[in-house]
């Protein structure tokens, strides 16, 4: 679990079972709120449950992001916790993928595109 800036320019967060309790979303966001020119892929492969800090943590992660013309890619989710930001309704806001190797194939496409 952890956090890893990937050579190919993006910054790779893979959560723990339980989220809440680890720092890799507040650490991501410190980073991204000084202005991190990469996009962010998180894989939600072992988060078993998104409790509502986490979610609060990705939605300032996106926001951080956004402003500076980059994305956040959750890959891994799980049928529960994609159900969870259907009824939330956030399932817009983020690019869900079913691996991470089609995120990071994603944010390759978007870079060849400009």
């Not at 926001?63 to 309704?89: E, M, Q, T, W, Y």
Request: aromatic share 8%; net charge negative.
């Amino acid at each position: 679990m952890g956090i890893q800036a990937l050579p190919e320019g993006f910054i790779l967060v893979t959560l723990p079972q339980q989220p809440h309790l680890g720092y890799e979303l507040q650490k991501i966001n410190e980073i991204a709120s000084n202005g991190c020119d990469c996009d962010v892929i998180v894989d939600l492969s072992f988060a078993q449950i998104l409790a509502s800090t986490s979610i609060c943590n990705l939605l300032l992660l996106r926001d951080f992001l956004s402003a500076f013309g980059h994305r956040v890619i959750l890959c891994n989710a799980s049928l529960p916790i994609k159900c969870l930001f259907i009824r939330l309704g956030l399932e817009t806001l983020f690019e869900f993928t079913d691996y991470r190797s089609a995120a990071i194939e994603s944010i390759a496409q978007n870079r060849h595109k400009n």
